[in-house]
């Protein structure tokens, strides 16, 4: 009659069955991870890309800082050592434009290690010996820098026929006479820096505010970018360096840590990937994360068997029957996990989860049904640690399913553990009127002693008799003294798996009044038991009656 709600199921689950599909790796959370694997795999040699690129700039930076630096270096220590040279010739006591003056001058130019012309100034600043012929035409450009030197003056001088700049350094004896001497851009530059077209390197020395001489290269260096410059200024003189650098070849120069960085930065890319890509598949192949995070995500859901009341017709409650419906649609059925949920503990949090689902499903119709019942299925583990009877106090004392109402099934086919500890854990959810059925009963280890010494107050025949109703002497013997064991033992009797209308017919005549099985209906989901309880229960609506029959 019921049956014509939804499909029947394939078949009656084995618990210990375990199934691929059900354990197996989810996809989506797995495809997800593979996406991340790919972009890092991808992004991780870009990103080497880009650390080569800013550890080439802030290093070329660095390096035209020290390069200043060192111009700024070298320039004190040649203006030193010319500013000497000059005051030893002007401590002379002859006049040094005198006869073999041009041989005394070019003897200290030979000596000196920095002048590279010595010119001597008469009182108008104009030139009236030197040790070459050309510099009698050099011209100075700006004017005459001041240093922290009384005697010292620094200019920048263009010398014929070249027209090149030197720093031209003056030592003003006293009004009548000035010595001076020039020194070459090149004496200031790193060797290296010469060959500009390797290194793209060039310099800037300013004497004064606008006075410049620059080395070979600096102009095309200088115009390949703004941040690729260094400028370092003189503590004891007016001199200010600034140093450029071509930053495309500079990169050129460097091109091996490009290299370096891609290569190291992807394969550390594809390591974190390969990583990922394990974790994934660790993840995906470790059934009990897959159903933990299945659980997190509502994926475990309450299907509810009716039972039925094979005297009246009438429904007297249900038997929660767990599923897990995935992402896809597909419906997991609980002999493909509960055995994997049983060993690793997850029962737990999974027969928790249930029956807080149907205390919230149910809860409204079977407020005003007092005596439906609903049955949960527990397994041999609930029985040994008493939190389980905290746990059913704690979802049921709140919710609108009565304790009365809530009837907890231990299976016969495993064996339990502690007898004593179950039989107290049964005892006390039995005080707070919670009612206990023995499930598979004729299946399993229990035989005679579950029913004698646990106290149960139901007692579920197993399908396997059920079936043989009739048709099998020794199942029908077997069945017939259970009902009468349960009878003596003042237990109700619930028949499983009732498939046929004999069936129904066989129970009826032997007494038993409660039965569920395909021929009623099979599991249903929450919204078509309770459209179906609704229908065919009717509501009590005088709360006094209601309270009476939970309290019991
Ligand atoms: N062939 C046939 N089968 C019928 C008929 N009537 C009911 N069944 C099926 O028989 C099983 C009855 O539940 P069970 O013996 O407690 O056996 C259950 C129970 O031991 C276990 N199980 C289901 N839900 C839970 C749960 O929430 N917690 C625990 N610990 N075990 C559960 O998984 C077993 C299988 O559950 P299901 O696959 O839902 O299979 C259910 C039900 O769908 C029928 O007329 N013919």
Redesign the pocket.
């Known amino acids: 009659m019921l049956n014509c709600l939804v499909d029947l199921?394939a078949?009656?689950?084995?618990?210990r069955q375990r199934s691929g599909a059900a354990l197996g790796a989810d996809f989506g959370a797995r495809g997800l991870n593979l996406l991340a694997a790919a972009v890092i795999a991808v992004l991780a040699p870009v990103t080497g890309y880009v650390g080569a690129e800013t550890y080439l700039h802030y290093g070329l930076q660095q390096h035209l800082a020290a390069t200043a630096e060192l111009v700024v270096q070298r320039i004190d220590g040649s203006i030193d050592r010319a500013s000497a040279n000059l005051r030893t010739l002007a401590a002379s006591p002859d006049d040094v434009c005198g006869p073999q003056a041009r041989d005394r001058l070019r003897l200290l130019v030979f000596n000196s290690p920095v002048l590279k012309e010595v010119a001597v100034f008469g009182p108008d600043d104009r030139i009236r010996c030197s040790n070459n012929v050309d510099i009698m035409q050099m011209q100075t450009i700006g004017t005459m820098q001041p240093t922290s030197q009384q005697d010292i003056f620094l200019s920048i001088a263009v010398v014929p026929p070249t027209d090149r700049r030197v720093l031209r350094v003056i030592m003003r004896r006293d009004r009548q006479q000035a010595f001076g001497g020039l020194i070459p851009v090149e004496l200031f530059v790193p060797s290296t820096m010469i060959r500009t077209g390797e290194t793209g390197l060039g310099v800037q020395i300013e004497a004064g505010e606008s006075v410049r001489m620059i080395s070979e290269g600096f102009e095309g260096a200088e115009n390949s970018g703004k941040d690729t410059r260094g400028a370092a200024t003189s503590r004891r003189y007016p001199v200010r360096v600034l140093v450029a650098a071509s930053g495309q070849v500079w990169r050129q120069a460097h091109s091996h840590v490009y290299l370096i960085a891609i290569a190291i930065a992807g394969a550390f890319g594809l390591l974190i990937a390969w990583l990922i890509v394990l974790n994934a598949r660790r993840r995906g192949d470790d059934p009990i994360a897959g159903m933990q995070r299945a659980l997190d995500r509502g994926e475990f859901i309450?299907?509810y068997?009716p039972i039925v009341d094979i005297d009246t017709g009438r429904i007297c409650g249900c038997?929660?029957?767990?599923?897990w419906r995935k992402a896809d649609g597909q419906m997991i059925?609980?002999?493909s996990f509960?055995g994997e949920?049983?060993r690793s503990g997850f029962?737990f949090p999974?027969?928790l989860s249930?029956m807080r689902q149907a205390a919230a499903e149910l809860g409204p119709s079977y407020a005003t049904r007092p005596s439906l019942k609903c049955g949960?299925?527990?397994?041999a583990a609930?029985f040994q640690d008493d939190k389980i009877v905290d746990d059913v106090q704690e979802i049921f004392q709140r919710s609108q399913m009565h304790l009365s109402q809530v009837l907890l099934?231990v299976?016969e086919?495993d064996a339990l553990p502690d007898m004593d500890t179950a039989r107290n854990i049964i005892a006390s959810l039995q005080a707070m009127g919670v009612r206990v059925a023995l499930?598979?009963v004729g299946t399993g280890h229990g035989g005679m002693s579950y029913l004698l010494k646990l106290g149960v107050d139901v007692m579920?025949i197993?399908?396997l008799f059920?079936d043989a109703l009739g048709a099998e002497r020794q199942s029908t013997a077997i069945v017939d003294s259970l009902i009468d064991l349960a009878a003596h033992l003042n237990m109700d009797v619930v028949a499983?798996?009732?498939?046929t209308f004999a069936q129904v017919e066989a129970l009826r005549r032997r007494g038993v009044r409660q039965a569920?099985?395909?021929?009623?209906s099979?599991?249903l989901p929450g919204s078509s038991f309770v459209q179906l309880v609704e229908a065919m229960e009717p509501a009590v609506t005088d709360s006094q009656p209601v309270k009476k029959a939970l309290r019991g």
């Open positions: 199921p078949g009656r689950g084995s618990r309450p299907y068997q038997e929660v029957l767990v599923r059925p609980p002999g509960i949920a049983e029962i999974l027969t249930l949960f299925n527990l397994c609930h099934e299976t086919r499930d598979d579920k197993d399908k059920i499983e798996g009732v498939e569920q099985g395909y021929v009623f099979p599991p």
